[in-house]
C-alpha cells in the first residue's frame, strides 16, 4: 500500500509533465490539470513518507524495467521515507504556488510546455532516486533529475549569463555523476552485482573502501554544494524561476545529502572516525565560508544560494559527529548526531524554500532582487512581510522556530565528546562547535539585514514604491503552510523526531540514548538532567509577560501615540540614499573577515577645478569575488586548454594523418582479437 | 509550590534589574569623584518615560512598535531561567545555557530590525555594529560556557552550578580562563566602557544607543529596562556560576533570604571590580573590537583545552 502510494507520487509527477506536452498539441486540455497532478504527487509523496516513517519496514520490489537482465530494484525504508516527506511538503506548497507565478508563461504554449515537463520529470527523478536499490537504478533516476534540473535553470535561456550558468551546472554534475559512478564502481567490483544488497555484502579492504568514500564525498558533495565545489550553486539558482530555485535549493540539495548517507552509512560495510573528520572540516569550512559569502551578497537569490551552502555544511558537519560516535562504538550518539543532521535537512527544506518563494513574491511584485533597490516592503506587502520574517527568523536560529531546535541538538551532539579516547578528536569538535555558533551569530546578522533592506526603511527604487500586495491567494498560501510548520516544528519538535528516530533505528540499529526522553512538550536528547528544551512552556511565558507589560502600559489610554516626521538633525531633507546599503551594513564584517574575500574595492574621486580638496563626483565600485574561483576553477581550466592544445596536436588537418591513424587503430585492435 | 517560587523569583529579578544599574551609577560617581543620583534614579527614569507620550516616526512599521515588548520579554524569560536566589527550580529546566543565548540573539535580531526600520543613517549604524560585535561576542561566550558545561556534562545551568557546589572549592584552570572569557563578552554585550559606552551620543562611537535613537515614551522604558534586564543577566551569570556558594538549594524562607543576601554582596562585589576597570580604561576604537573579542575566544578556547588535557578524567 505505501509502495504503492509511492509509485503513485512518481507517475503522477510524471502525469503533470505529461498532461503540459498534451496541452501543447490540444489545447482543450485543462493546464491546470498540471498544477492539480503536482499536487496530487506531493500530496501522496507525504503519504506514502509519513505511512512508512509510522510503521517503518524495509519494502522491497522489482519492476522489469531497464535492460532486460537487469531488473530495477526497488526499496522503501525509513531514510527513504524521510527525503520522501521532504519532497513531498515542497511539491505540495510549490503546486499551490506555480498557478500564478507562471501565468506569464502560461501565455505562450510552449514555453509552459517545456517549464512544466521537465519539472515533473526533475520531481520523478528525485523520487526514484530515493527508491533505487541498486547503482544501476540509482544513476539513471540521478541523471534524470540532473539533465532535467539542467534544462530548469536554462530556462530563461535568452540571457547569456543564463545560458553560462546552466552550462556550469550542467558540466559540474556531470563530473559529480561520473565521481559517483566510479565510487559505486568500487565497492561493486568487491561484490558481486550492482544491488545494495551485494554493495553491503562486499569485502572490500579499508584502502579501497576509503577511496570509494572519497569519491562519494566529492560526487555528491558536487550536487550539495560543498566549498570548494559549491560554484555551481550561486550561478544556477538565482537564474532558475522562483518555484524551481526553491526545489533545488530546499529538495534536490537533500537528495544530494541522502546519496551521501545512503553510501557512507548504509552501502559501505564499515565507518572510520577518519572520515568522520573529513566531513566535520569540509562541514565546517562550507558553514563558515558559506554564510560570510552570503552575507556580502546584494542579489537576494544569490545571497539565499549561498547560504544554503552554509547550511548543508551545518548538515554534513553533524554527519561526521554522528560517523565519528558511530566508529567510537557510542551508537546512541550517533543515532543523536543523525537525528540532528536530519532534522537539520528537513528544516532547511522548509525555510529555504519558503524564502526562495518569497523571493519569487518580491520579484514578481517589483522585478527586483537587488537587496539595494528594495525597502519598505512591509508597509506595501504586509502579509508577504510576515510570512518572509517567519522565514528568516527560523533561518536565524531563533528560540521558538524550528531552526533553533536542529542547532541545538547539534550542540548537543557536540557537547558529548566527553565519551571519546582521541584527545585530537577531544579538542577538535569543541573547536568545531564554536565555528557554528559563529555561523550561528553570522546567520542572524544575515538575515536582519536581508529583512531589513528589504522590507524596513524607505523604499530605494520606484519599483519597490509603487510595489503592491500580491492578491493570488494560492501564492500566499504556500509560503505560509511552510511558515506554519516552521513555528509547528518549532514548539512541537518531538512530533517529527520521534519518526526521525525510526530513520537511526533501522540504518544504525539504534536510538535515542533513552526511550522516554522525547516527551510530547519538551525534547531532551541524552537525559533530562543533561539538557532539556521546552518550547512550549517558553511559549506561554512569552505570551504571559508580553500581555501583562502590554497591559501594564496601556491602561492610561491618555498617551497615545503622536506620529511625526522622523528627526533629521535639524538639516532637513533626509533622503532614501542616506540609509544604509548592503554594502554598508556588512562593511565591519567585511573589513573582520577580509581575509576570507577576493575584495576590489576602488573610489574614484573627481576634483572641481583642478583643486585638491573640492570634490565633484565620487565613484565607488566593490567586487567581491569567490576564493574558489580563482584557487580552484581557473587553475583547473588552465590545465585542461593546455592539455585540450597538446591533444589538438594529433589533428593535423591533413587526410593522410587520420587515415594513418585509422590503420593504426585497426592494426592495434586486430592484435588486441589475436590475443 | 515550586513554580510560584520560580515566578517570584523571575519578577524580583526584574524588579531588582533598574536598581543594580543604579548602583552601578554611583559606583562610577564615586570613583571619578562626581556626586551620584539617587539609587532609586532608575526608577524614576522608568516612570517617567512610561507617562511620557510616545513620538512615532511616520516612517515606522508595526515592527518598530512591538520591538519593545519582545526584547523585554525575550530578556524576562532569560531572567526566568537564570538560578537568582535558588537553584533546581523548575523554570530553569525548562531551557539551558543555550536556549539563553538564543533568548539574547532573539532580543538582538529584533531590536537590530527596529534600527533598520525608520531608514535613517543612524539606525542602520547601530544596528550593523551591533549584529558584527555580537556575531564575535556569541562563539567566544558559548566557549566559555562550553567549558563550563563539559566540566559538569551538562547544559542546564541549575545542573552545572550544583555540579559546581558539590565538587566543594577547587581551582580549575579552565575555569579561572572560563571565567575573564566570559567577563569579556559580558562587557561587551551589555555595551560598556571599553566596547560601547552607555552615555555616548556621538555617531562616530556609539552602538547600541544608534539602535534605539528614535525610541521614546513607553517603548524607551521597556527598551532601557530590558538592557538593564541584561547587564544584571550577566552579573548573576558570572557570579553564580564560577562562584555559587551560598545560593539557596532548599526552598526554606531562611535558605532564600541568605540565597538573596549572598547574590547582592556578589552582585555588588562585581560592581565595583567593573566600576573600577570602566574608570581606569577609555573606550577603544571599533575596529580594535574585533581583536578584544577575539582575546576573549582565544581564553574561552584555552580553558577548553586545559580542560580537556588537564582535568578530563580519561
Not at chain 1, 275 to 292: D, F, H, N, Q, R
Not at chain 2, 9 to 20: D, G, R
Request: glycine residues 6%; hydrophobic residues 55%; contains cysteine.
Amino acid at each position: 500500500m505505501i509502495l504503492f502510494l509511492a509509485y503513485s507520487a512518481v507517475l503522477l509527477s510524471f502525469a503533470s509533465g505529461g498532461v503540459a506536452i498534451a496541452h501543447l498539441f490540444k489545447p482543450e486540455v485543462n493546464k491546470q490539470l498540471v498544477f492539480w497532478l503536482l499536487g496530487a504527487s506531493g500530496l501522496t509523496a507525504i503519504l506514502a513518507g509519513l505511512g512508512e516513517l509510522i510503521y517503518p519496514e524495509i519494502r522491497l520490489d522489482t519492476l522489469s524495467l531497464g535492460l532486460p537482465w537487469i531488473p530495477w530494484h526497488v526499496h522503501f525504508d525509513s531514510l527513504s521515507a524521510f527525503f520522501f516527506l521532504i519532497i513531498g511538503i515542497a511539491v505540495f506548497a510549490v503546486s499551490f504556488y506555480a498557478p500564478h507565478y507562471t501565468h506569464h508563461e502560461q501565455k505562450n504554449a510552449e514555453n509552459f510546455a517545456v517549464l512544466s515537463l521537465f519539472t515533473g520529470l526533475f520531481i520523478a527523478g528525485m523520487m526514484l532516486v530515493l527508491l533505487a536499490d541498486d547503482a544501476f537504478m540509482f544513476m539513471i533516476a540521478w541523471e534524470l533529475m540532473s539533465v532535467a534540473s539542467y534544462f530548469l535553470v536554462a530556462f530563461q535561456h535568452e540571457n547569456a549569463a543564463n545560458r553560462r550558468a546552466a552550462f556550469l551546472y550542467l558540466l559540474m554534475a556531470e563530473v559529480g555523476a561520473l565521481l559517483i559512478i566510479l565510487a559505486f564502481g568500487v565497492v561493486a567490483s568487491f561484490a558481486d552485482g550492482f544491488t545494495f544488497d551485494a554493495l553491503r555484502a562486499s569485502t572490500i579492504s579499508t584502502t579501497w573502501m576509503s577511496i570509494a568514500f572519497v569519491l562519494a564525498l566529492m560526487g555528491f558533495g558536487m550536487k550539495a554544494g560543498l566549498v570548494p565545489i559549491h560554484v555551481w550553486l550561486p550561478e544556477a539558482h538565482p537564474v532558475a524561476p522562483s518555484h524551481i530555485s526553491g526545489l533545488m535549493s530546499g529538495v534536490m540539495l537533500k537528495v544530494a545529502l541522502y546519496g551521501l548517507i545512503r553510501f557512507c552509512f548504509d552501502l559501505l560495510p564499515e565507518v572510520h572516525w577518519q572520515w568522520g573528520v573529513v566531513l566535520l572540516i569540509v562541514g565546517t569550512i562550507s558553514a563558515l565560508s558559506g554564510i560570510l559569502y552570503a552575507m556580502m551578497q546584494q542579489n537576494l537569490k544569490r545571497l539565499l544560494a549561498y547560504s544554503s551552502v552554509e547550511n548543508i555544511g551545518i548538515i554534513v558537519m553533524v554527519l561526521g559527529l554522528s560517523m565519528i560516535f558511530l566508529a567510537n562504538d557510542q551508537q546512541e550518539l550517533a543515532a543523536l548526531g543523525l537525528l540532528a543532521a536530519l532534522f537539520h535537512a528537513f528544516n532547511h527544506a522548509l525555510f529555504k524554500n519558503l524564502l526562495f518563494l518569497g523571493a519569487g513574491m518580491i520579484h514578481h511584485q517589483t522585478h527586483e532582487l537587488n537587496i539595494d533597490m528594495l525597502g519598505g516592503l512591509i508597509k506595501r506587502m504586509p502579509k508577504t512581510s510576515v510570512i518572509f520574517l517567519i522565514g528568516c527568523m527560523s533561518i536565524s536560529s531563533l528560540p521558538l522556530f524550528n531552526g533553533f531546535v536542529s542547532e541545538w541538538l547539534a550542540f548537543q551532539t557536540a557537547l558529548q565528546v566527553d565519551v571519546l579516547d582521541n584527545g585530537v578528536l577531544r579538542s577538535l569538535i569543541p573547536v568545531s562547535a564554536a565555528a557554528l555558533a559563529l555561523t550561528a551569530a553570522l546567520a542572524a546578522a544575515c538575515f536582519v539585514k536581508v529583512f531589513g533592506l528589504i522590507f524596513l526603511g524607505v523604499p530605494r527604487s520606484r519599483h519597490a514604491e509603487k510595489a503592491k500586495e500580491i492578491q493570488d491567494k494560492g501564492m500566499h498560501a504556500a509560503p505560509a503552510m511552510l511558515a506554519g510548520l516552521c513555528f509547528f516544528f518549532g514548539i512541537f519538535p518531538s512530533s517529527i523526531l520521534h519518526l526521525i528516530d525510526n530513520v537511526s533505528k533501522q540504518l544504525l540499529g539504534s536510538t535515542l540514548p533513552a526511550k522516554d526522553v522525547l516527551s510530547f512538550i519538551s525534547i531532551a536528547p541524552v537525559s533530562p538532567e543533561q539538557a532539556s528544551y521546552t518550547a512550549p512552556l517558553i511559549l506561554i511565558g512569552a505570551v504571559c509577560a508580553a500581555g501583562i507589560s502590554f497591559w501594564l502600559l496601556h491602561r492610561n489610554s491618555e498617551t497615545t501615540m503622536r506620529i511625526a516626521p522622523t528627526w533629521d538633525c535639524g538639516f532637513g531633507g533626509l533622503t532614501h540614499r542616506m540609509q544604509y546599503t548592503s554594502s554598508a551594513f556588512t562593511m565591519p564584517l567585511r573589513r573582520i573577515f577580509a581575509t576570507a574575500f577576493l575584495i576590489d574595492e576602488k573610489v574614484e574621486k573627481t576634483m572641481r577645478e583642478n583643486t585638491k580638496l573640492n570634490v565633484a563626483d565620487v565613484r565607488y565600485t566593490l567586487h567581491i569575488q569567490d576564493h574558489s574561483w580563482v584557487r580552484v576553477y581557473q587553475p583547473i581550466e588552465r590545465g585542461v586548454n593546455v592539455v585540450a592544445k597538446q591533444v589538438g596536436r594529433i589533428q593535423t588537418g591533413n587526410i593522410r594523418t587520420y587515415l594513418g591513424y585509422s590503420l593504426a587503430t585497426l592494426i592495434l585492435l586486430l592484435w588486441v582479437v589475436s590475443l | 509550590m515550586n513554580w510560584l517560587i520560580a515566578i517570584l523569583q523571575t519578577a524580583l529579578f526584574v524588579a531588582l534589574a533598574p536598581f543594580l544599574a543604579g548602583f552601578m551609577k554611583f559606583c562610577k560617581c564615586r570613583l571619578q569623584n562626581r556626586r551620584a543620583p539617587s539609587l532609586l534614579q532608575p526608577y524614576r527614569d522608568l516612570l517617567k518615560l512610561t507617562r511620557k507620550q510616545p513620538v512615532i516616526s511616520e516612517d515606522a512599521s508595526w515592527l518598530f512598535c512591538t520591538t519593545p515588548y519582545i526584547v523585554f520579554t525575550a530578556m524576562v524569560l532569560a531572567a526566568s531561567v537564570v538560578p537568582f536566589i535558588a537553584v533546581d527550580l523548575p523554570t530553569s529546566a525548562e531551557a539551558d545555557v543555550i536556549v539563553l543565548v538564543g533568548f539574547f540573539a532573539f532580543a538582538r535580531f529584533f531590536l537590530a530590525l527596529a534600527g533598520l526600520d525608520i531608514g535613517t543613517a543612524f539606525g542602520g549604524m547601530g544596528s550593523s555594529r551591533e549584529m558584527t560585535i555580537s556575531s564575535l561576542a556569541e562563539p567566544a561566550m558559548l566557549m566559555a560556557v562550553f567549558t563550563l558545561t563539559m566540566t559538569a556534562s551538562t547544559t542546564n545551568l541549575s545542573g552545572a552550578i550544583e555540579h559546581v557546589l558539590n565538587e566543594g572549592v577547587v581551582l580549575r584552570p579552565s575555569f579561572v580562563f572560563a571565567l575573564f572569557a566570559l567577563m569579556l563578552v559580558a562587557v561587551a554585550e551589555t555595551g560598556r566602557i571599553p566596547v560601547d559606552n552607555p552615555t555616548t551620543h556621538l555617531e562616530l562611537t556609539m552602538i547600541h544607543e544608534a539602535m534605539i535613537l528614535e525610541y521614546s515614551g513607553r517603548h524607551l522604558a521597556l527598551i532601557e529596562w530590558a538592557s538593564q534586564l541584561k547587564f544584571m543577566l550577566y552579573g548573576v551569570l558570572i557570579s553564580n556560576i564560577f562562584f555559587p556558594w551560598g545560593i539557596a538549594e532548599s526552598f526554606g524562607l531562611s535558605a532564600l533570604g541568605y540565597g538573596l543576601l549572598v547574590i547582592a554582596g556578589k552582585l555588588i562585589l562585581l560592581c565595583v571590580v567593573l566600576a573600577i576597570a570602566e574608570t581606569a580604561v577609555a573606550k577603544m576604537r571599533l575596529f580594535r573590537v574585533q581583536e578584544y573579542l577575539g582575546f576573549a575566544y582565544l581564553l574561552g578556547l584555552l580553558g577548553m583545552l586545559s580542560h580537556i588535557i588537564l582535568e578530563s578524567t580519561r
